[in-house]
C-alpha cells in the first residue's frame, strides 16, 4: 500500500502522488492536497504533481459550490 511504500522510500514523490490521487477517489480532498503538497516540494519539476493538484482544487471547489 502507499503508507508502506512512504515509509520504505519517504523522499519519493511519486507515492505521495498516488497516495494523493487515491485520497481524493475517496474525497479525502485535506489528506490528498496535504500529499500533493509533499509531492511537489520533493519533486517541483516534475508536472504531474501540479496537474494532480490543480483536479483536486477544481474538483474540490466545484463541490463545494
Known amino acids: 500500500d502507499y503508507n508502506e511504500a512512504i ?3 519517504p523522499d519519493s514523490a511519486i507515492y505521495f502522488n498516488y497516495r494523493g490521487n487515491a485520497f481524493q477517489a475517496q474525497k479525502r480532498y485535506e489528506e490528498s492536497l496535504a500529499d500533493y503538497n509533499e509531492a511537489i516540494r520533493l519533486d517541483p519539476q ?3 504533481q ?10 474540490w471547489q466545484a463541490r463545494r459550490s
Do not use: Y
Not at 501540479?50 to 474538483?59: K, R
Open 7 to 9: 515509509r520504505l522510500a
Open 46 to 48: 516534475d508536472p504531474f
Open 50 to 59: 501540479a496537474v494532480d493538484l490543480w483536479w483536486l482544487c477544481t474538483t
